[in-house]
Structures are given as structure tokens and as C-alpha cells.
């Protein structure tokens, strides 16, 4: 239970947050605040259950069919996680509480906060693969939001990017890793993949299975060569960089190689892969770092490099290396931070966070000052402060190391100069900023801030110095109950001592001392004189390289869209059909129409091909008249789906019938309304010659021949071959009533069987029409621009035979003239029947489907003969609203199955016995088909209202703004 409040507290604090007004700063910080430190008292108390257990895990059914289960997992290891990501969110609020300006949209900034920290919870304690994955990819969406919260700066948007960009992208590798591992296990439980190390390292797909993982792992953690996207990120407010960019989001790529890393390591691959990138990531990261002009943008670089520090001690596979890897992420996460958020008190105090006009800020910023420089000497590895003592632990894993002379001389040699850089660009962050003579030309005038803003960045400074000066007492037990749950009873024994006597890594500690201080001195006038530009490597620009890759592909998207789309709608439809009958073409090539026996279709009845026939020449009359008369051409085209009807209840397919029917009438409006706007066929265009225009019209005949006959032949197959129940349609027949509880089979299978396809087809009807909606409250042709005449569409006489042909001329009345009352009349009724095919749609013919294009039609009917102000008198007609309700009420019916213990989208029965009425059975599928006849007809009223409306203001030259709203007044 205290579990899963863990994992749901961050979440429900940022919703709270999230309703707040905008100015609510110290609400949502306070909300914040409390929702971090529930959760650390939370993982404080389960603290004995798991030193005594190991491991407390909780298993919630998810997705059953797929041995897919929402696992909460919590070892050491995720303890300690779950402990820096709470108490630093905790901190972090505090300190966003004063950073953050009167004008920020403080509730904005606080709900992402919250949401990212309850991803990066669930990251840490996820128990599955998949479970993972998707809380991977959460933290990648809400860091977008965090990295780009000032969006209206450019810098902010561009980092938010490619910070998405690169980090999605490598949680798609992921993603693809953890399914082939749950592929060779055969469970996607992380208790059994971690107990299947060896069958993994044996696979033949091991060296695929490691590159995948290791593209996740390091374009979340900046490691080379994706570490570009974090010096970009800095665009971020300091509070975000402080959590997300030093203790949280960038070590979550360490995170998931130290927790694969009994599976994964132990071979070459692993050493070359992982190491070779943290190494390239230690002095990459370390070297650009020294050279850099803006604080946070050293900061950034140190990162890079310490974060390559933590890959390459996991990289050596090394157990001893691998408690040296998990010290210096809890060592790095402290005095980061708090170097983060001195930095952002320097530039929320001073107005500017350049290292060349910042001076003297000693006297000025005095508590900050001696802050930042605890903080500073703890990155650079200082004595009696803790970056010295995980320092000097990964210099003893590169002294004794084994293997080729390269390594066991390289990696020494590699990492003093790693130490080096690292004091060298430590020392000018601290001088350059507080001493010397104080600057005369900052924004401001600088100051320490409010206590409240130095807490967080005190805590931090004191765990830096308690770790550097009791490491055994404040993390020795700690350590051990972490490695446990990475090694199991295979932790190594380790002694984390201050002084272990005088042996080569503290030699090589001091060396990097000296030489660090030796590199600042010898440094200092060269970056007088080109502040800011990385000697040798300043031409390669990773953001720049970015960017240009990003253009080239727009570029050659752009050509290819353009020689494969075109503005003629005709041409469009020509390769679709094409590409269709290609496609079904090719099966047949394998032998026959099924695989095995063939199966002899039934035999076709003359009358049954007449009507067919009959239906051929509607739809080729109706290619004939569309370029005389459209409207006749549309008449005959309903003739044909009328023929279409027939069919498929002769076929003893009723539900189909009644859909095609429905949609028949709905289409017909549709299409009648939108006539007008449609473009002159190709061939009327000039410069068409008639040997050309003659071509085109074969061609397109012999296309639609052969693509109706091979639909038309596949369709008949299909629904006269014999029935079995070893086909899908088989199955379906026979479990529509066990499984579904319903006799009609069509509506079990939408609202039952395949209910998510059909969820998902209702939200893009919703969104279609929306799109719709939204277009056309823009657009309004002037009488001028009219494509096609009337009288072409036969609404309208043709201009010799009447006057009445004048453009602005009122709408022909049509409808009118039949009694409006008699139309209206049909409203009860069309309502009446609406209804009565929604209820019995589960096991007679109807349902959601069509009942609501039967009550769309009826609306309709009432519009055309009572004009927009009818609707608009009528509160309860309002599209919109019809459509959200619609989507709320299909998804609550398809989660409230949860409560019943079954999975989502299921259904279950309810047999009542009402008074006067009866027995009644009831299924929690009426609710979902309610969900979509309510979206259906407020889909079909929003689409017909909105193009009717425009054909009116386009006949009576409405003066009303182009964007005044269609439906509602």
C-alpha cells in the first residue's frame, strides 16, 4: 500500500497543482513541497521492512493475456533513488518558491515538477519492462516541458527539442531491447530477466540486445556522442537544471546500467561499448567544461563528465567498480545541486551568470559565496569532502585494473588528467565569480537572497562535508543495503575510509590537485584573451550539426512530398486504388485465394447478379453525369449504395444494412451541402487535349472496373463461404453470447471484442470533425471566387431560362415547401427509434452506431427547414458538448470494468427485476455504445451544420467576422 501511495502522491499533487490560478505561487509550492516529503517519510518507513526482506514488491493484474503486470518493485537500490529523487524534489520547491519571478505561471511550473517526479518514481520502481518503458518515456515528455517552461524564449524551445528528440529516441531503443529480452525470457518481470543474466549474455542477440540498450541508457545520461543536448538544456530555469540535469533525469541512463548491470556485463562488448563511451564522456566533458564563459554551461560540461566517470566504472566490470559507480551518484547529486542552485542565486541576485563580468561577489554574496565553494571543492575531489573520497575510490579501480598494457596504463593516465581538469574549471568557477575586485557593471546590485532560499543549498553543503568526514558512519550501512539489492549476496567488501595510508590512487589524487591548479594559472591569460571558445574542438558544434541534420531532413521530405503528393484530388484516388489492388493482387500469386483446401464459394443467383448489375450501371451513370448535372450524378450514386443495402441483407447481414443505410442518407446531405465547393474536373481545365481527355476517361474506367469487380468478388467470397469455427468469424459466432452477452454478434464484436479499435475510431471521427469545425469558421469565399456554377449542381435554373440566376439570390427553398410542421414531426419519432436501436443494438440489429446517425438525420431535417436559428434557440443542441460527453462516457465505461477485476474495456452483466417492467439484462457495454452515440450525432451535427452554415452565409452575403462561431451564438 505505501507503495503504490509512493508512486501515486506525486501525480495527484500535480493535478492539484495544475487547478490552481495562475498566481498561486506559494500554493503550489507548498503543495509540491508536501507531496516530495510524503514521499520520502513514505520510503523512510518502509526502510525496516526492507532491510529485513531484501525486497517488498506489490503486483497489480494490467495486461493479463500478455503476462504484463503493474509491479512495484523496491530493493536498496530503488531505495536510494526513491530517497534523492524525493528529497531533492522536496528541496527544489523550496528553492523554485524564491527563484521563480511574481510574472511565472508558478502552478505551470510546479505541476510538471510533480509529474516528473512521479515518472522518475516510477522509473526507479518499476518491477516490468514494459511497466518501465512507459514511465522512461514520461520523463522524457515532462522534462520537455520543464526544459522549455520559458517558452517564450527561443533558447528554451530549441533545448526542449532536442532534448525530446534525442532522449525519445533513445527510449524507442529501449523500448526495443526490453521486448526481445522479454522475448528470450519469456516474462517481462524484472525479478526473472535479472535471474536469466546468463541465458541473456549466451543469446546470439546479445550484441544487438547491449547497442540498443546502451543508445537508451546514454542519450538519456549526455554521454558521447549524444551529450549535446544538455549544454542546450541550461535554457531551463535553474531549479529544473538543478533536479533534472544533477540528480535526477540524467542519472536515470546510470541507473538502468547499474540495474542491468549483472546481466549485461562481464563481456568485451560490455567494456568497449559502455566504458569506451564514458571515458570519451569524462575528458570530452571535462576539457570543454574549463573553457566555458557561462556558469551553468561549466556546470553542464562537469556533468558530462562526471556522469562519465559513473559509465566508465561500470564499463569496467568490476564489482568494486560498481559500488564506486553508485557512491559518486549519491556524492554528484549533492554537491551538483547545490553548485546548481548557488549559481541561480548569483543570477537571480546579480542578473547575469557570465563568468567574464562577474568579480568579487565575496564581500557582496558572502553565505553564497562560502556555499559554492564547499560545493566547488567537493566536484573537484578536495580532502574531507565527499567527491574526494568516491575520486580517489575510481582511481584504485584504474590503478588495478587488468588486462591489455593500454588500459592498465591509459586509464591512470586518463583519469589524473580527467582530476585536473576538473579542479582547473572548479578554481575558475570560484575565483573568477567571488574574488578579486568587485564588478562595477552587473544588472544589479548583487546580495545574498532570503534565508529560506540558502536552505536547500546549506542541506546539501552538509551532507557534503558529513559524507566527506564520516563516509562509514553516514553511508556505510546505506551502501551495503543498496549494493544488496544490485549484487544479492554477492556484494564485495569495501571500507569507506578518509585515509587508507599513503598508496598510488592518493598520490594520483594529489597530482591531479597540483596539476589542476598548475592548468587554472597557466590557462588564466589565454582565456582573457578568447573568453569562452574550446581550443581545437570549438569548430564542432553539436547543437549546429543538430540542426543542420534536422533541416536536411526536412529538406528531402520536402522533396519527396513533393513528387508524391498532388493538388488533384482525382490523382490522389487513382494511386490509392492502384496501390490497393496491387497489394491484394500479390496474395494470390501464392496459390489460390486460401491457404490449404481451397473453399468453393456459394453459387451466385441470377437474380442476386442482376441487382449487382443493375448497381454497376448506377455507379457508372453517376461517373457520367458528374460532369453535367452533380446533383443527378449524387442521386445515382445513393442508387448504388441503396443497391449496397440490399446486399448485405440479402447476405443476411442486417446490422451492415442498417449502418450503410443511415450513413446513405447522411452521406447524401453531406455531399449535397458541399457540392458547391467542390472544384471543375480535371479535363474542363484548358490546355487538355480531347485525345487526352478521351485517354484519362478510359483509363479511369478500367481502374474502377477492376477495383469494384476484385472488392466486389472478395466480398462475396467472404460472406458466403461456409462457416467454422476455426476461423475468426467462427470464433466470434460462437462466443458473442458466452464471453460478450450479447446475440448480436456485429455489436459484441464493436463494443466487446474489438472495443479499443473502436475507441479509437470514435476519437478521430471526434477529431475529424472538430478539424472540420475549425476550418470552416475561417473560411468564407467572396461571391467571386465561386468554383461551380448552380446550375451545374441543378440547385439553381440555368441563366437562360430564368433570371432568378443571380449569385446573392436567396436559397432555393426546396423543403420549404413541404409544411414545416409535418418535418418537425419527425423529430419525436426519429428520436423514438434512435433510441429503440440503441437499446436493442446488443442482440437485434442496431446499436450506438446507428442509432445516432438516425437521431443526427432527424436534427438535420429540423435544421433545413428551421434555418441556424433554430439550433441556435435550442440550448440542449450543442455539438461540442455532445462530443465530449460521448468520449467521457465511452472511456468511464471502459475503465469502470476495473472495479469488477476484469481488464480494460471488458464487460460485464447485471440482471435486474424492476417493478412493472420486469426482468432486465443489462451490460456495461450500453454505457460505452451510449459513449458513441452521443459522439456520432454530435460528430454529424457539428460537420452538416458547419458547411450548411457557410452555403448561408454565402448566398444571403452575410457581413459577419469570418471567425464568428457556426453553432453557438
Avoid at 236 to 248: E, I
Avoid at 398 to 414: D, E
Avoid at 859 to 872: A, D, F, K, N, R
Amino acid at each position: 500500500m505505501l507503495l503504490t501511495l509512493i508512486l501515486a502522491i506525486p501525480f495527484a499533487g500535480s493535478l492539484c497543482v495544475a487547478l490552481l490560478p495562475a498566481n498561486a505561487r506559494r500554493s503550489g509550492a507548498w503543495i509540491a513541497g508536501i507531496s516530495a516529503l510524503a514521499c520520502l517519510i513514505l520510503t523512510l518507513l518502509l526502510t525496516p521492512e526492507l532491510a529485513a526482506s531484501g525486497l517488498i514488491k506489490l503486483s497489480i493484474p494490467w495486461i493479463p493475456s500478455q503476462g504484463v503486470d503493474l509491479t512495484l518493485r523496491l530493493d536498496g537500490y530503488a531505495w536510494l533513488f526513491a530517497i534523492i529523487i524525493s528529497a531533492m524534489g522536496a528541496l527544489i520547491a523550496l528553492y523554485a518558491h524564491y527563484y521563480l519571478s511574481a510574472q511565472d505561471p508558478a502552478p505551470r511550473f510546479f505541476a510538471f515538477l510533480l509529474s516528473f517526479m512521479g515518472a522518475m518514481l516510477g522509473v526507479v520502481l518499476a518491477g516490468n519492462l514494459i511497466q518501465l518503458i512507459v514511465f522512461w518515456e514520461l520523463t522524457s515528455l515532462s522534462s520537455f516541458m520543464l526544459i522549455g517552461y520559458w517558452q517564450h524564449r527561443p533558447e528554451a524551445r530549441r533545448g526542449a527539442r532536442m532534448a525530446l528528440l534525442i532522449t525519445g529516441g533513445g527510449g524507442f531503443c529501449l523500448l526495443a531491447s526490453m521486448l526481445i529480452i522479454g522475448h528470450i525470457v519469456g516474462s517481462y518481470d524484472l525479478d526473472a530477466v535479472l535471474a536469466a543474466a546468463d541465458r541473456i549474455r549466451s543469446h546470439h542477440w546479445y550484441p544487438i540486445l547491449l547497442v540498443l540498450l546502451a543508445l537508451g541508457a546514454l542519450t538519456k545520461s549526455a554521454q558521447f556522442p549524444f551529450h549535446f543536448w544538455l549544454p542546450n538544456a541550461m535554457a531551463a530555469p535553474t531549479p529544473v537544471s538543478a533536479y533534472l540535469h544533477s540528480a535526477t533525469m540524467v542519472k536515470a541512463g546510470v541507473f538502468l546500467l547499474a540495474r542491468f548491470w549483472p546481466i549485461f556485463s562481464g563481456t568485451d562488448w560490455w567494456t568497449w561499448i559502455i566504458g569506451g563511451a564514458g571515458l570519451c564522456s569524462l575528458l570530452l566533458g571535462a576539457y570543454a567544461a574549463t573553457f566555458q564563459r557561462d556558469m551553468k554551461s561549466v556546470l553542464a560540461y562537469s556533468t558530462i563528465s562526471h556522469l562519465g566517470l559513473i559509465t566508465l566504472l561500470l564499463g569496467m566490470n568490476s564489482p568494486l567498480a560498481l559500488v564506486a559507480a553508485v557512491f559518486h551518484m549519491i556524492n554528484h547529486a549533492t554537491f551538483k545541486a547545490s553548485l546548481f542552485m548557488a549559481t541561480g542565486i548569483v543570477d537571480h541576485e546579480s542578473g547575469t551568470r557570465d563568468l567574464t563580468r562577474l568579480s568579487g561577489l565575496r564581500t557582496l554574496m558572502p553565505l553564497t559565496a562560502t556555499l559554492a565553494m564547499v560545493s566547488a571543492a567537493a566536484m573537484a575531489g578536495v580532502p574531507l569532502l565527499n567527491g574526494f573520497i568516491s575520486k580517489e575510490m575510481f582511481f584504485a579501480e584504474t590503478v588495478f585494473i587488468t588486462g591489455h598494457w593500454f588500459t592498465r596504463w591509459g586509464l591512470p593516465l586518463a583519469a589524473v588528467i580527467a582530476g585536473a581538469f576538473s579542479v582547473a574549471y572548479s578554481l575558475r568557477l570560484v575565483l573568477q565569480v567571488f574574488f578579486g575586485p568587485p564588478a562595477t557593471d552587473l544588472p544589479r546590485t548583487p546580495h545574498d537572497p532570503a534565508r529560506m532560499m540558502l536552505i536547500p543549498c546549506t542541506v546539501l553543503v552538509i551532507i557534503c562535508l558529513a559524507v566527506g568526514i564520516f563516509p562509514e558512519f553516514t553511508l556505510g550501512k546505506t551502501l551495503q543495503l543498496v549494493m544488496h539489492g544490485l549484487l544479492g549476496e554477492q556484494v564485495p567488501a569495501f571500507d569507506l575510509q578518509v585515509w587508507h595510508g599513503i598508496n598510488l590512487p592518493l598520490i594520483m589524487s594529489f597530482v591531479a590537485l597540483l596539476g589542476g591548479i598548475g592548468l587554472y594559472l597557466g590557462l588564466r591569460q589565454r582565456d582573457q584573451r578568447t573568453p569562452g571558445q574550446v581550443p581545437i574542438i570549438y569548430r564542432f558544434d553539436g547543437r549546429q550539426s543538430f540542426e543542420l541534420a534536422l533541416e536536411a531532413i526536412d529538406d528531402w521530405s520536402a522533396r519527396l512530398l513533393a513528387r508524391l503528393q498532388t493538388q488533384h484530388l482525382q490523382l490522389q484516388v487513382l494511386l490509392l486504388v492502384l496501390s490497393t489492388l496491387i497489394v491484394a493482387i500479390l496474395p494470390l500469386w501464392a496459390g489460390g485465394w486460401w491457404p490449404g483446401t481451397p473453399v468453393q464459394p456459394t453459387a451466385l443467383q441470377w437474380s442476386f447478379g442482376l441487382m449487382w448489375l443493375t448497381g454497376g450501371a448506377c455507379a457508372m451513370a453517376a461517373a457520367y453525369q458528374a460532369k453535367y448535372h452533380r446533383t443527378a450524378s449524387l442521386m445515382l450514386a445513393g442508387a448504388t449504395g441503396l443497391i449496397t443495402c440490399i446486399t448485405f441483407a440479402w447476405l443476411s447481414a442486417p446490422d451492415l444494412a442498417l449502418t450503410q443505410l443511415t450513413v446513405e442518407v447522411v452521406t447524401t446531405v453531406l455531399i449535397l451541402l458541399g457540392l458547391r465547393w467542390l472544384p471543375l474536373r480535371v479535363d474542363e481545365f484548358p490546355g487538355l487535349t480531347p485525345w487526352r481527355t478521351r485517354w484519362r476517361h478510359r483509363r479511369d474506367l478500367a481502374v474502377a472496373v477492376a477495383g469494384g469487380t476484385g472488392l466486389a468478388i472478395l466480398a462475396y467470397v467472404m460472406m458466403t463461404r461456409p462457416a467454422s469455427h476455426e476461423t475468426i468469424s467462427g470464433f466470434f459466432v460462437e462466443q458473442a453470447w458466452p464471453l460478450g452477452g450479447g446475440a448480436n454478434v456485429v455489436n459484441v464484436i464493436l463494443v466487446d471484442f474489438r472495443a479499443f479499435d473502436t475507441f479509437g475510431e470514435i476519437t478521430v471521427l471526434a477529431t475529424v470533425a472538430l478539424s472540420v469545425y475549425a476550418l470552416l469558421r475561417r473560411f468564407r469565399p467572396p461571391a467571386e471566387a465561386l468554383i461551380m456554377p448552380p446550375y451545374l449542381m441543378g440547385i439553381l435554373p440555368h441563366p437562360a431560362d430564368s433570371e432568378t440566376a443571380n449569385l446573392k439570390a436567396p436559397l432555393p427553398t426546396g423543403l420549404m415547401r413541404v409544411p414545416a410542421v409535418l418535418v418537425r414531426l419527425l423529430l419525436p419519432v426519429s428520436t423514438l427509434i434512435s433510441l429503440y436501436f440503441l437499446l436493442r443494438g446488443h442482440n437485434l440489429p442496431g446499436g450506438g452506431f446507428v442509432g445516432g446517425l438516425v437521431m443526427a438525420t432527424g436534427i438535420i431535417l429540423q435544421y433545413m427547414v428551421g434555418g441556424i436559428l433554430w439550433v441556435e434557440a435550442r440550448p440542449l443542441i450543442r455539438p461540442q458538448t455532445w462530443i465530449a460527453l460521448g468520449l467521457l462516457l465511452a472511456g468511464l465505461a471502459a475503465m469502470s470494468v476495473w472495479w469488477m477485476g476484469q481488464p480494460l474495456l471488458s464487460s460485464y452483466s447485471l440482471d435486474l427485476v424492476l417493478p412493472l417492467v420486469g426482468s432486465m439484462h443489462l451490460s456495461s457495454a450500453l454505457f460505452f455504445d451510449l459513449g458513441v452515440y452521443m459522439l456520432v450525432v454530435g460528430s454529424t451535427i457539428l460537420m452538416l451544420i458547419a458547411l450548411a452554415h457557410q452555403s448561408l452565409r454565402f448566398h444571403r452575403n452575410i457581413t459577419e467576422p469570418a471567425d464568428a462561431p457556426l453553432v453557438e451564438s
